[in-house]
Nanobody, 120 residues
Framework: QVRLVESGGGLVQAGGSLVLFCTAS????????MGWYRQTPGKERELVAR???????TYSDSVKGRFTVSRDNAKNTMSLQMNGLKPEDTAVYYC??????????????WGQGTQVTVSS
């Protein structure tokens, strides 16, 4: 069974830092595109950062320069270093893996999310 588990969320003050981790089991992420998404009540889930199998990264404009996504294929993990946190970063953060791409489209796996709360 494929499982993605996020950890590292918590409560921090504005300007603080957190590191999120996504640990995968039942799947090897080495050849997969991975990503971090976040969602707040009433809003759609949005991409925060993405890292492909070769290590190329993509960031949303709102986090560029503050967040860094990385992966450790040997440990089957992905991380998100978050610096200079702002209240608007408050959300549930989700780990995503594109398991495979079929003729009908990509097959995505998601973690259950970890809460990040940034106080003013």
């Amino acid at each position: 069974q494929v499982r993605l588990v996020e950890s590292g969320g918590g409560l921090v003050q504005a300007g603080g830092s957190l590191v999120l981790f996504c640990t995968a089991s039942g799947t090897s992420i080495s050849r997969s595109t991975m990503g971090w998404y976040r969602q707040t009540p009433g809003k759609e889930r949005e991409l925060v950062a993405r890292i492909d199998s070769g290590g190329s990264t993509t960031y949303s404009d709102s986090v560029k320069g503050r967040f860094t996504v990385s992966r450790d294929n040997a440990k089957n993990t992905m991380s998100l270093q978050m610096n200079g946190l702002k209240p608007e970063d408050t959300a549930v953060y989700y780990c995503n893996e594109v398991m495979r791409v079929t003729k009908e489209g990509p097959i995505n796996y998601w973690g259950q999310g970890t809460q990040v709360t940034v106080s003013s």
